[in-house]
């Protein structure tokens, strides 16, 4: 009896193991998929396509394609693009989206992220992108160096933003009837390292095909490998040959990322993209495109120039060409030594270079993660403040509530195509904000230091503030306060009198963040601006715009 009661024993334990193993051994199914990511912006799970291929070997890399789907769309209608599935004949996008059909296998992984809807992919859609990348890492092996981008018309725009502002990721990218945001033209320099296939229809009446022309011929002009398809009469729906017959996979097998390149071409304006390869930039003229070009041309030898960049420092560490030992650069015509096992940080003292034990932004100053603009606050999970402080009226303070609920309501309704922006951040009073609040959120602060006691805290810090009987004007300004930032909107909102204007990936009130700078100040209506600008590497207002924003009469100063 003892020994057949320890055999079924036996047997219990291996069937649950068998079963456990197995279950692991299917975790996931081949083919395309839903899985989610949970989203720190708002606390949601925000889900995204995902292509496996048959016999998935969960000990082999594969290659990853990121695929960002169009204005009107989902990720479930970019993994059917992506693989040249269109709808069926008289199926609506709605209908398409229900199911996926049979297609051809790749050796692949495919993932297309869902972004909040209609959207673009700056802020926390582009944020998005990276969550979903990392999520796809943490379930799969992927190759770091067979790493691709592609997207259509909105996600071509974003194809190109994200691939130019973080280049040393992918390993090639592919842009279709791109849209891009403003500014992103200027970071042509960066695709040195990946090769770019664009394709555009001829007769596009939505985005005009002029734009990819001069992105081709620019491209070429400064030495990237690129190519182009242009399609005779076709409209805005070039997609459907650009991706008919899987093309774009076989176009992707070709390339493969160097992670170490011998020569990096960088720039940027901003910190929150300041690296790029073995090369990080870690101090920025204010306001400028700063620009670097680094050529270790030999071993141990680099050849360096720039252009508006005061400090940066260079990681060689497994580079082909480096040694541990001393590294000779010539920086900008002058020739600096340096000993190190793989760091080396220079700086800009008096327009003179020289070598730096530490060239990091000072603590106090424009630095990443507190560099503005405005945008910068609502591009990461934020928080919308109404005051409560004045003991208001029931009348006002229902109207204090609707204004940062108007604030918030990125998901608004607009229309059958565009549809709403699956983003949900939270409206407090001051009185409901709660100590984690603080600590983990961007806040968004509405009133004056008289009616929102989260003002009244800061008051000292901030630098400006308008007067509590001002009746006229709007202030909107950023700052950084500890680890994040708080904007802060006092008298009219910032959205007052705005037109509806440009591509309608965002409601109104939330597409002029992007046009906005670290401050301003208007009258009567956000069109009416009185005066606006950036504040200076450490934080201070400049004293011209201080002299016109004290001219008003309506904003006082801190210091």
Same mark, same amino acid.
């Given at each position: 009896?003892?020994?057949?009661?320890?055999?079924?024993?036996?047997?219990?334990?291996?069937?649950?193991?068998?079963?456990?193993?197995?279950?692991?051994?299917?975790?996931?199914?081949?083919?395309?998929?839903?899985?989610?990511?949970?989203?720190?912006? @708002?606390?949601?799970?925000?889900?995204?396509?995902?292509?496996?291929?048959?016999?998935?070997?969960?000990?082999?890399?594969?290659?990853?394609?990121?695929?960002?789907?169009?204005?009107?769309?989902?990720?479930?209608?970019?993994?059917?693009?992506?693989?040249?599935?269109?709808?069926?004949? @008289?199926?609506?996008?709605?209908?398409?989206?229900?199911?996926?059909?049979?297609?051809?296998? %790749?050796?692949?992984?495919?993932?297309?992220?869902?972004?909040?809807?209609?959207?673009?992919?700056?802020?926390?859609?582009?944020? @998005?992108?990276? =969550?979903?990348?990392?999520?796809?890492?943490?379930?799969?092996?992927?190759?770091?160096?067979?790493?691709?981008?592609?997207?259509?018309?909105?996600?071509?725009?974003?194809?190109?933003?994200?691939?130019?502002?973080?280049?040393?990721?992918?390993?090639?990218?592919?842009?279709?009837?791109?849209?891009?945001?403003?500014?992103?033209?200027?970071?042509?320099?960066?695709?040195? /390292?990946?090769?770019?296939?664009?394709?555009?229809?001829?007769?596009?009446?939505?985005?005009?095909?002029?734009?990819?022309?001069?992105?081709?011929?620019?491209?070429?002009?400064?030495?990237?490998?690129?190519?182009?398809?242009?399609?005779?009469?076709?409209?805005?729906?070039?997609? %459907?040959?650009?991706? =008919?017959?899987?093309? +774009?996979?076989?176009?992707?097998?070709?390339?493969?990322?160097?992670?170490?390149?011998?020569?990096?071409?960088?720039?940027?304006?901003?910190?929150?993209?300041?690296?790029?390869?073995?090369?990080?930039?870690?101090?920025?003229?204010?306001?400028?495109?700063?620009?670097?070009?680094?050529?270790?041309?030999?071993?141990?030898?680099?050849?360096?120039?720039?252009?508006?960049?005061?400090?940066?420092?260079?990681?060689?560490?497994?580079?082909?060409?480096?040694?541990?030992?001393?590294?000779?650069?010539?920086?900008?015509?002058?020739?600096?030594?340096?000993?190190?096992?793989?760091?080396?940080?220079?700086?800009? /003292?008096?327009?003179?270079?020289?070598?730096?034990?530490?060239?990091?932004?000072?603590?106090?100053?424009?630095?990443?993660?507190?560099?503005?603009? +405005?945008?910068?606050?609502?591009?990461?999970?934020?928080?919308?403040?109404?005051?409560?402080?004045?003991?208001?009226?029931?009348?006002?303070?229902?109207?204090?509530?609707?204004?940062?609920?108007?604030?918030? /309501?990125?998901?608004?309704?607009?229309?059958?195509?565009?549809?709403?922006?699956?983003?949900?951040?939270?409206?407090?009073?001051?009185?409901?904000?709660?100590?984690?609040?603080?600590?983990?959120?961007?806040?968004?602060?509405?009133?004056?230091?008289?009616?929102?006691?989260?003002?009244?805290?800061?008051?000292?810090?901030?630098?400006?503030?308008?007067?509590?009987?001002?009746?006229?004007?709007?202030?909107?300004?950023?700052?950084?306060?500890?680890?994040?930032?708080?904007?802060?909107?006092?008298?009219?909102?910032?959205?007052?009198?705005?037109?509806?204007?440009?591509?309608?990936?965002?409601?109104?009130?939330?597409?002029?963040?992007?046009?906005?700078?670290?401050?301003?100040?208007?009258?009567?209506?956000?069109?009416? +601006?009185?005066?606006?600008?950036?504040?200076?590497?450490?934080?201070?207002?400049?004293?011209? +715009?201080?002299?016109?924003?004290?001219?008003?009469?309506?904003?006082?100063?801190?210091?």
């Amino acid at each position: 009896m003892k020994v057949h009661f320890i055999k079924a024993v036996f047997l219990l334990i291996f069937g649950l193991v068998s079963t456990i193993s197995t279950l692991s051994a299917q975790k996931y199914a081949s083919g395309p998929q839903v899985l989610s990511f949970f989203s720190d912006a @708002d606390d949601t799970d925000q889900p995204y396509g995902l292509y496996l291929p048959p016999n998935y070997d969960e000990n082999k890399k594969y290659p990853l394609v990121v695929m960002l789907h169009g204005a009107g769309s989902n990720h479930r209608l970019a993994l059917r693009r992506v693989f040249g599935k269109t709808n069926g004949e @008289d199926e609506t996008d709605v209908e398409a989206s229900r199911s996926f059909p049979k297609w051809d296998d %790749v050796d692949f992984i495919v993932a297309s992220v869902y972004a909040r809807g209609t959207a673009g992919y700056q802020g926390i859609p582009e944020q @998005d992108v990276y =969550d979903m990348l990392d999520d796809v890492k943490k379930r799969f092996k992927i190759d770091e160096n067979k790493t691709y981008l592609t997207g259509l018309s909105m996600g071509g725009g974003g194809t190109l933003w994200i691939g130019l502002t973080r280049p040393d990721i992918w390993a090639a990218i592919a842009p279709v009837c791109p849209a891009p945001p403003a500014g992103t033209f200027d970071l042509a320099t960066n695709a040195l /390292n990946f090769p770019i296939h664009f394709f555009h229809g001829d007769a596009d009446p939505v985005v005009p095909v002029e734009g990819t022309r001069k992105w081709v011929s620019h491209l070429q002009d400064i030495g990237v490998e690129v190519s182009y398809k242009e399609f005779v009469d076709v409209k805005h729906d070039s997609w %459907v040959s650009a991706y =008919d017959n899987q093309f +774009i996979f076989e176009w992707f097998s070709h390339a493969e990322r160097v992670p170490y390149p011998d020569r990096v071409r960088f720039v940027s304006k901003l910190y929150k993209y300041n690296k790029s390869f073995w090369v990080t930039f870690d101090k920025i003229q204010h306001g400028t495109l700063a620009e670097i070009d680094a050529n270790l041309a030999k071993p141990n030898a680099l050849e360096i120039t720039t252009k508006n960049l005061d400090a940066f420092t260079l990681n060689l560490k497994n580079h082909p060409k480096f040694k541990p030992g001393t590294l000779t650069v010539k920086l900008d015509g002058v020739t600096l030594s340096v000993k190190t096992d793989s760091t080396a940080s220079f700086s800009k /003292n008096g327009g003179t270079w020289a070598v730096a034990p530490n060239a990091v932004a000072t603590a106090s100053g424009k630095r990443k993660g507190a560099e503005g603009p +405005i945008l910068d606050a609502f591009s990461a999970r934020h928080v919308y403040v109404y005051g409560t402080a004045d003991n208001p009226s029931p009348e006002e303070l229902t109207k204090r509530l609707e204004i940062a609920n108007t604030a918030a /309501n990125w998901s608004q309704y607009r229309g059958p195509f565009l549809g709403r922006i699956m983003f949900f951040p939270r409206v407090l009073s001051d009185k409901e904000v709660r100590p984690s609040d603080v600590e983990s959120s961007n806040l968004i602060l509405f009133g004056t230091k008289e009616t929102n006691s989260y003002i009244a805290k800061f008051a000292d810090k901030l630098p400006m503030h308008l007067s509590p009987a001002d009746k006229t004007h709007g202030l909107f300004y950023v700052f950084p306060m500890d680890k994040h930032y708080v904007a802060v909107n006092s008298g009219l909102p910032w959205w007052i009198g705005t037109e509806d204007q440009g591509y309608p990936f965002v409601p109104v009130m939330h597409r002029k963040l992007s046009e906005y700078k670290d401050f301003l100040l208007f009258k009567d209506s956000a069109k009416n +601006i009185v005066t606006d600008g950036y504040f200076t590497p450490e934080w201070k207002l400049p004293e011209d +715009i201080k002299t016109k924003l004290s001219a008003s009469g309506a904003v006082n100063f801190t210091k």
